[in-house]
């Protein structure tokens, strides 16, 4: 059941359910995906290498790391999920600008991004890829956007 009772008119009716479904996407189920993202971020990047030439930012200081840049976008009813984490310039890299996490997920030489000394942290270490994983083999984006639209009245079961 929506949330209006009544309706005159059907377009009415789909421009409401349109907006309550996106708004769900944006707010809702983004939510959900950064959630599994950052577990990745904490399972897949940092548990299995820890940096010898710098210093990680820190959650919420503009890392790999920091739910800021896991930014969200609807168009049509579909959300699209980018992790826009800038490199760092203090580190004086011969990468700029965001592409960190392609570069984190892809390891070295993939997508013309490179990390500027070698080690093991050049593997690929797929945080991305394993969200991506999570996302299709459970529920848990589409219990995040049933929970979003009970939240805004309407009956999903």
Known sequence: ????NEYDDIDMLLNDIRSDIEDTLIN???DEVKDIELKYVEE???SVYSPK???RRGRGTGG?????????TVNNMQLEVDNITRFNDGYFSSNHGVG?????NDGDSRDGY??????SFNKPRPFL??????IEKTDSVENALANGLMKRKYDVT
Request: net charge negative; charged share 30%; glycine share 6%.
């Open 1 to 4: 059941m929506s949330k209006k």
């Open 28 to 30: 809702d189920v983004l």
């Open 44 to 46: 897949d990047v940092f």
């Open 53 to 55: 030439v710098y210093e």
């Open 64 to 72: 790999i790391d920091d739910p800021n840049n896991i930014v969200g």
């Open 100 to 104: 960190l996490a392609d570069l984190i």
């Open 114 to 119: 490179y990390y500027d000394y070698p080690g």
């Open 129 to 134: 890829d394993n969200t991506i994983d999570e």
